[in-house]
């Protein structure tokens, strides 16, 4: 095949309700190459899980097209269905069958066959660590355990493309950090994988390349190095022994940074862009010194996805609070002038 | 710009042999789902057995009906209510299933996109048929018998299951409609208590006020009733009212019936090919 295996043009989705109306997609463009990894990026909202529903003949878009290898999934979507296999953000298992049974099901409706869907059923439960678990209901499952057996089953055909729908939303930093590994050793099998992640760190670790959505359309895309040389340069990071200094720490940064300084929740670090980093680094440093502010740490780094989206669309990409300690830090902002939301 | 698929439309690739597959294995993962889930197989046995009881034993002595032994007449109305209540299990399912989020797994399968309902109220009849037997044991203990033949007392328990049938998918459209399992049940609660209390399920329109007595006499479950009833041969030289459901409560249960399936099963299939859990 030449050109992208999944080609999507134009796709808007508005829905209605009384109170308000969402656009959900507003003329989103997308283009994934067969065999990569591709990360879709975006806050709560932003459209992505509808991108995923339409490629997945979940929804009708409003207008625009959407091909997978050159099938419309609009007018077929029953051929879509033969070579797709999606695995969402809350794992859609069959709480009251088990393991096995869930997986058995899925594999006899995808007319693999009594014999055959066994088989698979059985691989799969080997392959996702879940043998022991494989006879009892799911209902006892860990989450972590649910979303592998929800990735089984979005795998029992070895599908041209697999779907992931935020899967790894929700669950404890371990759980992840596992199924990542799951995953990496599928896309090494060569299946193509659209991922939607909330998570620029899950983004940056899995995918070949990124397209950044905020409010139903692509906002940038590249490889995640791609991303991050837009913005160019360094940032300076510093800690400060005492929260109390951040103000006066601020004028400084912001006198020799490229941007408005941000400052972290908990008050005491402060990151501004720079271009030339060891000498804005110098220069900083001389500056805090002769302002009597007293430092507890004091670096440059590299930009992450984190900075890539924050100066993108003015905010963070927000995650929900509380759920997750290796979310990106939130880059609040009493200093910087209005950027938190 | 986008063509809509027509719902139901078969797809292509779908045969009539995989769609029957399909049919039987949603049948069977629901079946698998009722056997563990004990609430529902109390509700399918415990329920018909102590109506049996509480009605023929408690109001036996005090309800008078014209024609008849109170429990003779007393069997197809519980007969009736109980496969009717059985019948929104199917609206409370298809609510389950959509916001367990299987209903999107499924949607994504290339299976046939009927199978889902017809699993549904397949196993829907299979419960009913249980809790069938069941009730006809009981009634058995209490001293209930059928009069009429042996073919025409399995005609009256087919017609209660083909009633119950086709009421299922009128179900399954209010589940997807209201998407939660709670207010299928609280809903189908509010509406079925009242229909079959003003009907002839437990007594004899006759003795019913004024207009109650006229709902009851073209209340469908009353036809419902009338018609398991005469085939059970349990109307004695009971009077039948002069409405003409009530003159001729076979055929009215037959052509509602079929009305139902003819309305609801192109309305379901519209309504599951574009809903989505979430």
Same mark, same amino acid.
């Given at each position: 095949m030449t050109g992208p295996l999944i080609e999507v043009d134009g796709l808007t989705k508005t829905y209605r309700s009384r109170s308000r109306t969402v656009h959900a997609l507003a003329g989103l463009d997308l283009s994934v190459p067969e065999g990569i990894v591709k990360g879709l990026l975006g806050p709560n909202g932003a459209g992505k899980t509808t991108v995923v529903k339409v490629l997945t003949t979940l929804i009708t878009?409003?207008?625009?097209?959407?091909?997978?290898?050159?099938v419309d999934v609009v007018a077929e979507p029953a051929r879509i269905r033969r070579m797709i296999g999606a695995s969402g953000q809350y794992a859609a298992v069959d709480e009251n069958l088990t393991g096995t049974e869930n997986l058995r099901m899925v594999g006899r409706l995808y007319h693999l066959g009594g014999a055959a869907a066994r088989r698979r059923a059985a691989e799969l439960l080997e392959l996702f660590d879940l043998e022991e678990a494989g006879d009892r209901p799911v209902k006892g499952y860990s989450g972590g355990m649910r979303r592998r057996l929800d990735l089984a089953g979005a795998l029992v055909i070895r599908p041209r493309v697999l779907f992931l729908d935020e899967p790894t939303t929700g669950l404890d930093p371990r759980s992840r950090i596992g199924l990542w590994d799951v995953i990496r050793s599928l896309v090494q099998d060569g299946t193509t994988v659209l991922l939607t992640t909330q998570y620029l760190e899950e983004a940056d670790q899995l995918a070949d390349e990124i397209s950044v959505i905020d409010d139903g359309s692509v906002i940038a895309a590249g490889?995640?190095?791609?991303?991050?040389a837009q913005l160019g340069g360094h940032r300076v990071v510093v800690v400060l022994q005492d929260g109390a200094d951040a103000a006066r720490a601020?004028?400084?940064?912001?006198?020799?940074?490229?941007?408005?300084?941000?400052?972290?929740?908990?008050?005491?670090?402060?990151?501004?862009?720079?271009?030339?980093?060891?000498?804005?680094?110098q220069r900083i440093l001389a500056g805090l010194d002769a302002r009597g502010v007293a430092l507890h740490d004091a670096g440059m780094r590299r930009p992450t996805l984190d900075d890539v989206f924050l100066s993108l669309t003015g905010h963070?990409?927000?995650p929900a609070a509380g759920t997750d300690d290796r979310a990106p830090h939130g880059a609040a902002t009493p200093t910087g002038g209005g950027r938190h939301r | 710009m986008s063509t809509r698929t027509l719902p139901g439309a078969t797809s292509p690739g779908v045969t009539v042999g995989s769609w029957a597959a399909d049919g039987w294995t949603i049948t069977q993962r629901n079946l698998i789902k009722l056997r563990r889930s004990p609430d529902m197989l109390v509700f399918a046995v415990l329920q018909p057995v102590m109506f049996v009881l509480l009605f023929s034993q408690v109001y036996a002595g005090s309800i008078r009906v014209e024609g008849t032994d109170y429990t003779q007449y007393l069997m197809a109305g519980i007969f009736g209510q109980t496969v009717l209540?059985?019948?929104?299990?199917?609206?409370?399912?298809?609510?389950?299933?959509?916001?367990?989020?299987?209903?999107?797994?499924?949607?994504?399968?290339?299976?046939?996109?009927?199978?889902?309902?017809?699993?549904?109220?397949?196993?829907?009849?299979?419960?009913?048929?249980?809790?069938?037997?069941?009730?006809?044991?009981?009634?058995?203990?209490?001293?209930?018998? $059928?009069?009429?033949? $042996?073919?025409?007392?399995?005609?009256?328990?087919?017609?209660?299951?083909?009633?119950?049938?086709?009421f299922s998918w009128v179900m399954a459209l209010v589940g997807m409609s209201v998407r939660s399992p709670e207010t299928v049940n609280n809903a189908s609660f509010v509406i079925?208590?009242?229909?079959?209390?003003?009907?002839?399920?437990?007594?004899?329109?006759?003795?019913?006020?004024?207009?109650?007595?006229?709902?009851?006499?073209w209340n469908p479950v009353s036809a419902l009733v009338q018609g398991a009833r005469q085939l059970f041969g349990n109307t004695g030289s009971a009077p039948v009212p002069d409405a003409w459901p009530m003159q001729h409560p076979v055929l009215t249960v037959l052509a509602g019936s079929l009305v139902l399936l003819v309305v609801f099963v192109p309305l379901c299939l519209r309504k599951f090919a574009t809903v989505s859990s979430r």
């Open positions: 878009p409003d207008a625009g097209t959407a091909r997978i290898g050159g490889t995640p190095d791609e991303l991050k601020a004028e400084v940064l912001a006198r020799h940074g490229e941007s408005a300084p941000t400052l972290d929740e908990q008050g005491r670090e402060l990151q501004v862009a720079v271009q030339q980093g060891p000498s804005a680094l963070t990409t927000a | 209540f059985g019948s929104t299990f199917s609206g409370a399912g298809m609510a389950q299933d959509l916001k367990e989020g299987i209903v999107d797994r499924f949607r994504t399968l290339p299976m046939s996109p009927s199978a889902v309902l017809i699993g549904r109220t397949n196993s829907d009849l299979v419960l009913n048929a249980v809790s069938m037997v069941i009730m006809i044991g009981t009634g058995f203990v209490v001293g209930w018998r $059928f009069t009429a033949s $042996f073919g025409s007392f399995l005609a009256g328990i087919a017609l209660l299951l083909l009633f119950s049938y086709a079925l208590f009242p229909l079959t209390f003003i009907s002839n399920a437990f007594v004899q329109s006759q003795n019913l006020p004024g207009p109650l007595e006229t709902f009851a006499d």
